[in-house]
């Protein structure tokens, strides 16, 4: 038997159907109070990966270790004690109260007739305060929202007590308010309580914000294993997903869609993150334009290096040359429109020489 003083270990896990392998030799390790997500193309094994890890399909080799012992010798109701699960398949329930739902969660502790003591009820009620679902305790749980679901399901795992929680794209259903919360109430977890956490996303900008670890699953096997500044550097996510139509920036987590080809027809004069909004309507407008003088860490420079047809710039905290504003006022000279969306006269200005930028718009400016 391996022993580890981590809360689980992968070692050589290859997983797969019918004896063909899907994703080869996955190797990592994970503390208490870590967060893992897997990330990738769509059919790329994530699932698979995430199913033979809790035996709900059997690998096709390699071991995986919850706090030193084989989960291959644990018994289910230990592996219950141990590992909560949340996949995307949905539960069947017939007259269930949300709460019931949650108390389902109990079962490992209750014994061959499934009865709660005032301990699992307690723990059921915690689980629900917890993730904010108290007051839904007695709704049908097939009347919820997919929203008011997912979390109740949460609180299912939770009460479970694991000391790790996998789960299978959890934010799918949910909207921008009930992601948030649902990752923070996940995050509390591990921070709180030393919860050991392994899911898949689609929202990368998601996982890199909650993750302590990223595994990039591409083709047949994890590509890449790290923290997510080791992760999101240039021009990775676009070779891991294959990028052929619009961009991702890993500084920002920004994904814009193609930009307008063509020679420019507008000139952007931008800075301080106001013209990223032009950009986009530009964008979708399928208007080419150019823009600038951005310095390279001005807001708006991620969204223009991806949409405009050239940026003029200048190295970050640098001074703007007769060399920028030349090529300016060529562009602009060459463009039918010059919109500016900064306002000089009330310190909107992000360089000096904007003024004299205006000065050779005349006549073509508009004010945005």
Excluded at 69 to 95: K, P, V, Y
């Amino acid at each position: 038997m391996e022993r580890t003083c981590c809360t689980i270990a992968v070692r050589s896990l290859t997983v797969g159907y019918d004896g063909k392998p899907l994703v080869r030799d996955v190797d990592f390790d994970l503390n208490r109070g870590e967060i893992l997500t897997l990330i990738g193309p769509n059919g790329a094994g994530k699932t698979t990966v995430l199913k033979s890890i809790l035996r709900r399909l059997e690998p096709l080799g390699g071991t995986v270790y919850l706090e030193g012992r084989d989960l291959e010798s644990m018994s289910g109701q230990d592996m219950a004690r141990t590992l909560a699960i949340l996949l995307t398949e949905r539960l069947r329930t017939e007259m269930m109260t949300s709460r019931e739902v949650v108390a389902t969660g109990r079962y490992p502790y209750t014994g061959p007739f499934g009865l709660l003591t005032k301990h699992d009820r307690q723990v059921v009620e915690e689980a629900m305060d917890l993730v904010g679902v108290g007051d839904l305790g007695e709704l049908d749980f097939t009347r919820l929202s997919d929203g008011q679901r997912q979390r109740v399901m949460l609180a299912r795992a939770i009460s479970q007590e694991p000391k790790v929680l996998v789960l299978d794209e959890p934010t799918s259903f949910l909207d921008i308010r009930y992601k948030l919360e649902f990752l923070s109430v996940l995050q509390d977890m591990a921070r709180k309580k030393g919860l050991t956490v392994i899911m898949s996303l689609h929202e990368l900008d998601l996982a890199r914000r909650i993750s302590h670890k990223i595994a990039c699953i591409q083709k047949d096997q994890v590509v890449r294993l790290g923290t997510p500044e080791e992760i999101f550097v240039p021009s990775y996510i676009t070779e891991l997903y294959g990028l052929e139509e619009g961009c991702f920036d890993e500084s920002t987590g920004a994904l814009e869609l193609p930009g307008p080809a063509g020679q420019p027809e507008v000139f952007v004069l931008g800075g301080n993150g106001t013209g990223t909004a032009v950009y986009r309507r530009l964008q979708r407008d399928d208007i080419p334009f150019a823009t600038g003088i951005l310095w390279e860490n001005d807001l708006d420079y991620p969204a223009a290096s991806m949409l405009a047809s050239e940026v003029v710039s200048v190295r970050a905290f640098g001074r703007v040359t007769e060399e920028e504003k030349g090529r300016a006022r060529a562009l602009m000279e060459g463009c039918r429109q010059v919109v500016c969306t900064l306002n000089p006269q009330k310190g909107g200005a992000v360089y000096e020489e904007l003024d004299e930028l205006l000065g050779w718009a005349k006549g073509k400016l508009v004010m945005g």
